[in-house]
């Protein structure tokens, strides 16, 4: 099944390809593989939320991360088939980085980007089953709580 057949039974739409916030590309093609640029969980232009990834008053919950890490994810197809010259260009998914921003005693970073590697594998299959890292940092740009960099091969 072609990944925009795939995308049209799950019923997902790709969202618009977020312009970059400095000077750099959001996708890159290169040889058989596509490098995007770290992908923040942009809707419409604007983050659904702000801040640290943690437990507690002021910070974002891990649940509402893993939500944007999703987004992230999704953002990432597009660059890469806009770069690529369609969605149905995309043959898998190779590498995926995810950075979470959150307070010092939060170890959930993996379970967070989780929900990144599912939807691809949701979408991509076999081929979405990719290589991955899952890294905290204290801050992202915008004060995204997430960002998420993705690795696609091309046919």
Known sequence: MSVSAKLAELGIDL???VPPLAAYVPAKVHGDLVFTAGQLPLVS????????????HGLVPAADAKAYARLCALNAIAAAAAAAGGVDRLTGVVKVTGFVASVP????????????SEVLGEI???????ARSAVGVPVLPLDS????????SLA
């Open 145 to 152: 709580p997430v960002e998420v960099e993705v690795i696609f």
């Open 105 to 116: 005693d939060f170890l959930g970073q993996p379970g967070v980007v989780n929900s990144a």
């Open 15 to 17: 969202p618009d390809v």
């Open 124 to 130: 991509f299959g076999d081929a979405g089953r990719h």
């Open 45 to 56: 232009g604007q983050l659904p939320a702000a801040g640290k990834v943690g437990d507690g």
